[in-house]
């Protein structure tokens, strides 16, 4: 004689046994990802996050970008600070760019998030752009914002500046005992 707890056991554990799976593919596709990329997945605070968008000083009527938006962190909170921006962002590894998606929807935010390469987007048309980035790929941005950027365009990075333009602005954000540097770049 079976009662409906012992019959439903099966079910649990092959519901947790696929939970377990979707999780490892995740990890597996980011790990992947960022040894293909050369460049490792860092999400940034959300603490630093609102300080980028404090930073930039927006009028709240500006095309904003996030070149490496991972889960869109700062996006959401540039959105939520300023709700007539219009907020795109691109990135690279399918995994996070599902998290951004997830976020996105949890929030009920309306911003754009992209499955693509940052390097190979148009950016003539933006007033203000967000990076978390390392070395490599800020000195290619560098190059590619000298080209396509109209002038004033605002650019606000976290931890890592450019090789040749000099900031206008560095701020401090303290988080859990730490700090990081905001740099602020007007083009």
């Known amino acids: 004689m079976c009662n409906d707890y012992t019959e439903s056991i099966p079910l649990i554990a092959f519901f947790l046994?696929?939970?377990?799976?979707?999780?490892?593919?995740?990890?597996?596709?980011?790990?992947?990802?960022?040894?293909w990329t050369g460049v490792p997945s860092l999400p940034i605070a959300g603490t630093t996050a609102r300080a980028m968008v404090e930073f930039s000083a927006l009028r709240g009527d500006e095309t904003v970008y996030d070149l490496g938006a991972g889960d869109g962190r700062i996006l959401l909170a540039a959105k939520?600070?300023?709700?007539?921006?219009?907020?795109a962002g691109w990135e690279i590894l399918p995994t996070?760019?599902?998290?951004?998606?997830?976020r996105r929807w949890w929030s009920g935010l309306h911003i754009s998030l992209?499955?693509?390469d940052a390097l190979h987007q148009d950016l003539s048309s933006v007033d203000c752009i967000y990076l978390y980035l390392?070395?490599?790929l800020m000195k290619r941005l560098e190059e590619k914002f000298d080209h396509e950027l109209k002038p004033g365009?605002?650019?606000v990075s976290a931890v890592f500046r450019f090789y040749h333009h000099q900031p206008?602005?560095?701020?401090?954000?303290?988080?859990?005992?730490?700090?990081?540097?905001?740099?602020l770049y007007v083009w």
């Open 153 to 155: 365009t605002k650019v």
């Open 168 to 183: 206008v602005a560095q701020r401090t954000v303290r988080w859990l005992g730490s700090s990081q540097l905001l740099w």
């Open 17 to 35: 046994f696929g939970l377990i799976c979707i999780a490892l593919f995740f990890l597996v596709v980011t790990v992947a990802g960022n040894l």
């Open 80 to 87: 939520q600070m300023h709700p007539r921006i219009h907020a």
């Open 114 to 116: 992209h499955l693509g």
């Open 96 to 102: 996070l760019w599902c998290v951004g998606i997830l």
């Open 134 to 136: 390392f070395p490599s």
